[in-house]
């Protein structure tokens, strides 16, 4: 026994002299510095320690933008760590040596090692001076050290902003009288440099694109830019709070980060003509023409051959019949003759003419005027549109696979018409197939003898946009809210031959329209789905008579109601963080439980089918922090569906479901919930789209990081690499006595919420399609009820078979939000 031991020791010796061995060889092979000369470095890394004054929430991002400026920027790092795009180079270094201009140094697949310059630190702290001044922070101090170890070298920079400036006070020096008597109170109460505000550079610039905007729509047409400078005065001893974020700030001041008070700098506007010595005249539409039918490269003030006026409108046609009526046209144009140029009646009517879908594009030419005879100059407005194809063809076909099925696939075909009536209303029609199979485990049967069809989809939905609001009386409606109505109606099949077929028939009629440039209402004062349950198998009947929640859901129901819905994106306002919020609100029954109380008082019987009663909010809320390489979102999503009445609870279409890859990614799609039930032989069986866990009430919570890992073909197609966290679980909103555990209870929240964790590559392709796969496994299951049900104890990345019952994959396209 004791030879053996020994035998043992010696030959576990020896292989672990020999992995050690290779380890070093490859180690060596992978330095990247191994052809650097004597006195050669390598820039293994900058740093920037930051002590500011900002908030918490825009430290991060003055920190990225420091960072951008360095002159001389370090390599690629993966996982800060392995030089990976350096090996790259160092296995092809004499190629690379020769060939500068090879595709894969051009497209960033490998990298050269970046020699430390020196030199280049002096360059860095100038553009970060010069960085903070233009954030406020004149009297910032920049220094930068560098240390040396084993040929590398690290660069630190340490930046201490000391305390940004406020806006103390704002005057006004402008040289045309006429000017500054209708533009002075209007700037003056609109204005952007509003005392103990933080100054910087960019709000000056909002400043100053807002005054230019603001002349504009005063009749200042060629006022531009040019004709505005700001004088700064920092010599004032007074100090003010900064009144940015009251909340932000009261909490920073707890924790000692920012002080009371702050410097001040007094601002002055200084406003002249310059050379354009028409800049501070008014101007006003002389003649408004309209080429509707214009083609690319014409000269469009000849090529017409009829022409017509409305409400001094000309209307110039090369046939005598227009493509789209006259009205329709009219009703989306805001300039009027003799009226006052502004530029929001030019911005609104581009964005209604191209949001009409019948154009290529339109633009709007402007043209001296002959006649100035009175105190306004005159202008010539020449709209031109470029009409597209009257029909759009549109197909799709995807193929998927997961953990439900084996294999799916689906088409969509559409075709468009984009001017029905000629009245530039979109009427579509579309046409969708899918089915999944699956795969039986017996392997003694032929190869395509071994799937079945699990289900399969197909449906058809047609849709009718028209260009405004339609109504039963008139109303003074914001034309520039970009006015819809909206109806739509289709059948959709869902088949699962072994379980059942189900029907569902869809429309609704409703409105949308935009209240500014972030925000989006849509209102369906009526919409109506009918479900039809047929061909149910003997065991889906036996499901359902054991469970009441089943059979509530698939039971023939008939759903008449209203919704609303409001949309708040604020993607593009701001370059490093935007918000997405949605809220809506859908309520069924009322109309028909009135229909029923006079059916009830007609014939004693009431209504002779079943019509649904909920009530249902639903919600989204985002927020998205960015930087030059990775972005941060935070998202809360879910909904309440409360049924009443008749209703025990809602129905299958209006149902919630979590798991799958747009939601709790550490389960499959719908075999998470509800609450803490589980049913194990179920949930494990071959068939498990059986279960199909669905639910009244559904809380998620998801935190992802997105950062750029490589880019190839020259950046076509960019490989992303992301980690996420997800959280979150359904409830019924009654009591079901076969699912324990299944409804919400404020109690048993914790215990009921699940929770997981993974990472996950996407590949961007183009800008236009992300291909998705990620990883992800449970850290918190709601049904195992010890341990407040963690598993984190349980985690075994060695052992195959957690890592089968553990680990799922979930396959998207797109961000999962």
Excluded at 33 to 62: P, W
Excluded at 342 to 362: P, S
Excluded at 622 to 650: C, D, E, H, W
Aim: net charge positive; hydrophobic share 35%; with cysteine.
């Amino acid at each position: 026994m004791k030879f053996k031991a020994k035998t043992t020791y010696r030959k576990s010796g020896y292989h672990g002299c020999f992995a050690a061995l290779w380890l070093v060889l490859f180690l060596y092979s992978c330095s990247p510095t191994k052809h650097f000369k004597q006195n050669e470095y390598l820039l293994r890394k900058n740093t920037v320690n930051l002590r500011t004054d900002q908030t918490y929430a825009d430290k991060g991002a003055l920190k990225d933008a420091l960072k951008s400026v360095i002159v001389q920027q370090n390599n690629t790092y993966f996982l800060s760590a392995f030089p990976f795009k350096i090996w790259l180079y160092n296995l092809r270094y004499k190629k690379f040596q020769k060939d500068t201009a090879n595709f894969q140094i051009r497209s960033r697949i490998a990298e050269k090692p970046v020699i430390f310059n020196e030199s280049t630190i002096s360059t860095s702290k100038k553009q970060m001076q010069s960085l903070l001044r233009n954030q406020g922070y004149f009297n910032a101090v920049v220094t930068a050290t560098h240390t040396t170890k084993d040929k590398e070298v690290v660069v630190q920079y340490d930046v201490n902003t000391h305390h940004g400036f406020l806006i103390d006070t704002l005057d006004y020096n402008v040289d045309s009288s006429d000017l500054a008597q209708t533009m002075l109170p209007i700037w003056k109460k609109k204005s952007l440099l509003q005392q103990s505000m933080p100054y910087s550079n960019g709000l000056l610039s909002a400043e100053r694109s807002q005054m230019v905007n603001l002349a504009k729509n005063e009749g200042f047409y060629k006022f531009n830019t040019d004709n505005i400078s700001f004088e700064l005065d920092t010599s004032g001893t007074k100090t003010l709070r900064s009144k940015k974020s009251i909340v932000e700030n009261a909490a920073n001041i707890l924790v000692g980060k920012i002080k009371n008070s702050r410097p001040t700098v007094s601002v002055t506007a200084t406003v002249k003509e310059e050379e354009n010595y028409t800049a501070f005249n008014r101007y006003q539409y002389q003649h408004i023409y309209v080429y509707p039918e214009y083609k690319d490269n014409e000269n469009f003030r000849k090529s017409y051959q009829y022409e017509q006026v409305i409400d001094g409108i000309t209307f110039r046609y090369k046939n005598k019949r227009p493509l789209v009526r006259n009205g329709v046209i009219k009703s989306k144009i805001f300039l009027q003759p003799k009226g006052l140029y502004r530029q929001q009646d030019y911005d609104n009517t581009l964005l209604q003419l191209n949001d009409l879908g019948i154009y290529n594009y339109a633009r709007i030419f402007l043209l001296d005027g002959k006649d100035s005879s009175g105190s306004l100059e005159q202008l010539n407005a020449h709209i031109i549109l470029s009409p597209a194809k009257p029909y759009e063809f549109s197909t799709n076909f995807e193929l998927s696979g997961g953990d439900l099925y084996i294999a799916g696939s689906a088409v969509n075909a559409s075709v468009t018409n984009r001017n029905m009536f000629r009245g530039a209303n979109q009427f579509s029609v579309s046409g969708t197939y899918g089915f999944e199979l699956n795969q039986y485990k017996n392997t003694d049967r032929p190869f395509f003898q071994r799937f079945y069809l699990l289900s399969q989809n197909f449906g058809l939905n047609m849709k009718l946009i028209s260009p405004k609001f339609i109504l039963p009386f008139s109303i003074n409606n914001n034309r520039s809210a970009s006015p819809k109505t909206v109806f739509t109606i289709g059948v959709n099949y869902l088949d699962r031959p072994a379980y059942f077929r189900l029907r569902n028939i869809n429309s609704s009629f409703g409105y949308v329209w935009k209240s500014n440039n972030w925000t989006t209402w849509q209102i369906n004062p009526v919409f109506i789905n009918t479900l039809h349950l047929s061909n149910i198998s003997d065991s889906f009947r036996v499901r359902m008579n054991q469970v009441q929640a089943i059979r509530n859901s698939y039971q023939e129901n008939f759903i008449e109601g209203e919704n609303v819905e409001f949309i708040h994106n604020t993607e593009g306002r701001l370059p490093h963080r935007h918000t997405y919020l949605r809220l809506g609100l859908e309520e069924a029954g009322t109309l028909m439980r009135g229909i029923n109380a006079i059916a009830k008082a007609a014939n004693d019987k009431g209504l002779s089918f079943n019509y649904a009663n909920y009530v249902r909010l639903d919600f989204d809320a985002r927020q998205y922090f960015k930087s030059n390489n990775a972005t941060f979102v935070l998202r809360m999503y879910g909904g309440v569906g409360i049924p009443y009445g008749n209703s025990r609870t809602l129905p299958y279409i209006k149902q919630y479901f979590v798991g799958g890859a747009y939601s709790i990614r550490g389960w499959a799609p719908r075999l998470l919930g509800p609450g803490s039930y589980y049913n194990p032989a179920a949930q494990n069986s071959q068939d498990r789209i059986f279960i199909d866990q669905s639910g009244d009430i559904k809380l998620e919570w998801n935190a992802e990081y997105r950062f750029k890992m490589i880019q190839l073909f020259a950046g076509a197609i960019g490989l992303n690499g992301a980690v996420f966290a997800d959280a979150g679980n359904i409830w019924l909103a009654q009591q079901d006595p076969n699912l324990p555990g299944a409804s919400f209870r404020f109690n048993a929240l914790w215990q009921d919420i699940a929770l997981s964790t993974g990472a996950g590559l996407r590949a961007d392709i183009g800008g236009f399609l992300i291909l998705r796969a990620d990883w992800a496994f449970p850290l918190k299951k709601p049904y195992v009820p010890y341990n407040s049900g963690w598993v984190i104890e349980g985690i075994d990345f060695g052992s195959k078979e957690w890592r089968h019952q553990n680990i799922n994959l979930n396959i998207g396209i797109g961000m999962p939000f």
